[in-house]
């Protein structure tokens, strides 16, 4: 009856020492496993924006269209909430921005996105420049190169459990394309 006390006092100090490295293996997985989802989530909406913005070229809806893929890319996955700007920009062959306009998620504007590039009101881009009006993008073969169109997601994310001892962090996720040549001159 002693034999059984001790392995049972035993079985509960093994077990105090146990539980919290447990307990924190559990939670990190929880915790890094949501960084991967939503790291992987808006990396794949950017990408998908791209694509998109390569395709539309001076269209004039074409920032909106943009951010409508954004926001396509991660509604239902990702709170929408999180995400800080979006940067659609003109990129150097090194990846810096050359020009850009910058959206803020506002579920409040008719678009979902403050200033609303939408063409059939004013549209207002987020950093006028040469290159923020989208007919002003460079989608004709002739020598000088087309541009190429970047865009930045950036986004806060809130750890969950706290365990960590981490607190928010901000990350940017990018995806740069070039813009296809307009070969059928339907460009301005």
Aim: with cysteine; charged share 15%.
């Amino acid at each position: 009856d002693h034999t059984q006390q001790r392995e049972r006092g035993a079985a509960l100090v093994e077990m105090a020492i146990i539980a919290p490295v447990l307990i924190l293996l559990v939670f990190g997985i929880l915790e890094f496993g949501l960084v991967f989802k939503n790291r992987l989530t808006i990396s794949h909406s950017a990408n998908s924006a791209a694509r998109v913005g390569s395709t539309i070229g001076t269209d004039p809806a074409a920032d909106l269209l943009i951010l409508q893929a954004v926001e396509a890319g991660f509604i239902g996955a990702v709170n929408p909430s999180i995400v800080n700007y979006v940067d659609i920009y003109q990129s150097d062959a090194a990846g810096s921005k050359l020009a850009f306009n910058r959206y803020h998620w506002d579920v409040a504007s008719a678009c979902h996105w403050n200033p609303c590039p939408d063409p059939l009101g004013v549209p207002v881009y987020g950093n006028p420049s040469g290159w923020g009006d989208p007919s002003n993008r460079d989608v004709v073969l002739d020598g000088d190169g087309l541009d190429t169109l970047g865009v930045e997601v950036n986004y806060t994310h809130n750890w969950v459990s706290g365990v960590l001892g981490f607190g928010p962090q901000n990350w940017s996720e990018h995806a740069r394309v070039r813009l296809e040549p307009d070969v059928f001159g339907s460009g301005p």
